[in-house]
């Protein structure tokens, strides 16, 4: 059955810093992957998706992740950290062809001034 | 409403109680699923609609979850006996078409979640 580790519950950066959230997966088969964000009282909202072709994969509000086969990992960066980042963010998985959409437990993301 | 709509956004009620949770998809979603996140969790998948037919109901924990969208559009979740594990919050989503499969990369949109609490 697919899986999704995130590394670190709790991750804490620098305005400015390099925000950098870990996520790897176990499937069987190459999956689709996905990053979501939650923020307080909202619903969640999709960040960016790898499907196939290019591996490192751009999103809104400045965040990109590479897909790395050979590590079977997602992990999901931004060069510089702002405020307006802290949040929830959550891995996905979906192997190819299912429905159901496999979620990480979370690293919730502080930003210190 | 532009996007997933949840109704009550907070839901009290004591054990052994019945509870209806409904969903709200974007107009024209056929696809609908729901989620549960409990505290310091990620969304656990509960079920799966496409239409009015449940696609894949292989989430929902026990025979006291049940799920209907009879109409192929607003969804509701059923809790009977309500048991004090059952406290999360209860997410749905839905997409234009079925959301995945080869070639198709679609987005799922989700609602704000129903807090449910069982004292």
């Known amino acids: 059955a697919q899986s999704v580790t995130q590394l670190g519950s709790h991750v804490s950066v620098s305005e400015g810093a390099l925000v950098l959230l870990r996520c790897n997966y176990s499937s069987s088969v190459p999956p689709y992957l996905f990053w979501y964000v939650q923020y307080p009282n909202q619903g969640l909202q999709l960040l960016l998706k790898?499907?196939?072709?290019?591996?490192l994969v751009k999103g809104i509000n400045g965040f990109e992740a590479e897909f790395k086969k050979s590590e079977t990992s997602f992990h999901l960066t931004k060069p510089s950290a702002h405020m307006s980042d802290a949040a929830e963010y959550f891995c996905?998985?979906?192997?190819?062809?299912?429905?159901?959409?496999?979620f990480g437990q979370g690293t919730r993301l502080t930003i210190n001034p | 409403g532009a996007g997933v709509s949840q109704t009550p956004s907070n839901k009290v009620t004591e054990k052994g109680k019945y509870v209806e949770l409904r969903c709200d998809p974007i107009?024209?979603?056929?696809?609908l699923y729901w989620y549960r996140q409990s505290l310091g969790q990620g969304p656990e998948f509960l079920i799966y609609?496409?239409?009015?037919?449940?696609a894949d109901d292989s989430g929902l924990p026990n025979d006291r979850f049940f799920a209907v969208r009879p109409e192929g559009s607003v969804s509701t979740l059923k809790i009977q006996r309500t048991e004090r594990g059952d406290s999360a919050v209860y997410l749905c989503a839905s997409s234009l078409t079925p959301v995945w499969g080869l070639g198709k990369t679609g987005e799922l949109f989700f609602g704000e979640g129903s807090r449910l609490t069982v004292l």
């Open positions: 107009s024209g979603h056929t696809a």
């Open positions: 996905a998985v979906i192997e190819r062809g299912a429905q159901k959409l496999v």
């Open positions: 609609f496409q239409g009015t037919g449940a």
């Open positions: 790898y499907t196939t072709g290019a591996t």
